[in-house]
């Protein structure tokens, strides 16, 4: 008897929560769920708003207008093949509106696919990305792992070191340095961090050969200079 009472208790406090339940047509909570029923795409959907649902009788998503003329709404579609959409609309002025799947997918906010690829603000994730961002990303620290090929190797004695000449007449017929993509290829293609990185970085060090090697340079032009000066006086 005391277990009925407190079952019978907990569903009394939980019954303002829990307003989940099985989303038709014109049926409105905090949240709503839909069953493929007579969707061409066979999407379930689960719906988190009070003013967008899917109308079954009409076949697209609808915005109704609430009571201070709001028409935003959210949404998450579930496809057949594991893929996630979560959805999010603003309102636009109070007035009624319908959209199919197709345009509701422009409000893509968060995107899984089947196979685990992420898009942020996209529903077509890179192929050979495991997450694609649509925007720009601010973070407090990038760590990238396992960069291969940094270029310690440009301090080893083995390595040759271009000859300026060589590098200035490289500059003129491609303008820009041995080893730096072109602006043509950076526009077309973009550029991977790590990899930028650890040519820039090789480029570095390799000034810092040259100033090295001028330095000697100009260290024995100056004791060169001096002894001239001391053979004359």
Known sequence: MKKFFLIALLAIVFQPVVKAQYGTYKEYSTLKLQAPIAAANNYCRAIFSNHLLWNFNINRWEFKTGTSGITDGAAMLM????????????????ASR???DTQLKDGTRLYIRGDGKVGIG???????????????IISEGVRVNAVANWPDYVFLPTYKLRPLSEVELYIKQHNHLPEVPAASAVEKEGINLAEMNATLLKKVEELTLYLIEQDKEINQLKKEVKELKRSKS
């Open 79 to 94: 496809g057949n093949n594991g893929s996630i959409y979560f959805l999010a609309y603003n309102s636009v002025g109070g």
């Open 98 to 100: 319908t959209m199919t």
């Open 122 to 136: 996209t529903h077509n994730p890179s192929p050979d990305h495991l997450l694609s961002v649509s925007g720009k």
